[in-house]
């Protein structure tokens, strides 16, 4: 049974840092592009951040570009969300995904068709 399961999400005063986990089980990960989204209520999930199978390739989006930091360890069981200088704007429930396609349109449809999804960690920012 494959696994995404998020951790490390948690109420951060603007400003400050935290650090997301995703831990995935169930099948190996190497040959999959790994990313997160997040989604706030009424809203369409968005895309966060992405790395490549490989790890050498990462996009961001606009809004987290210099912020954030998407990153994997070398057993691709462990994704992580490095997340700094946060803003009441990055409260949302936080989602890992993996799929097997290279990035591209994909990543950024709406609503988004991943191959695997976590349930979500929520991550609160107040002012």
């Known amino acids: 049974q494959v696994q995404l399961v998020e951790s490390g999400g948690g109420l951060v005063q603007a400003g400050g840092s935290l650090r997301l986990s995703c831990a995935a089980s169930?099948?190996?990960?190497?040959?999959?592009?790994m990313g997160w989204f997040r989604q706030t209520p009424g809203k369409e999930r968005e895309f966060v951040a992405h790395?490549?199978?490989?790890?050498?390739?990462?996009h961001y989006a606009d809004s987290v570009s210099g912020r954030f930091t998407i990153s994997t360890n070398s057993q691709k069981d462990m994704l992580y969300l490095q997340m700094n200088n946060l803003k009441p704007e990055d409260t949302a429930i936080y989602y890992c995904?993996?799929?097997?396609?290279?990035?591209?349109?994909?990543?950024?449809?709406?609503?988004?068709?991943?191959?695997?999804w976590g349930k979500g960690t929520l991550v609160t920012v107040s002012s």
């Open positions: 169930g099948r190996t990960f190497y040959s999959y592009d």
């Open positions: 995904t993996a799929d097997k396609g290279l990035y591209g349109r994909k990543w950024h449809e709406t609503p988004p068709t991943m191959d695997y």
């Open positions: 790395i490549s199978f490989s790890g050498t390739t990462t």
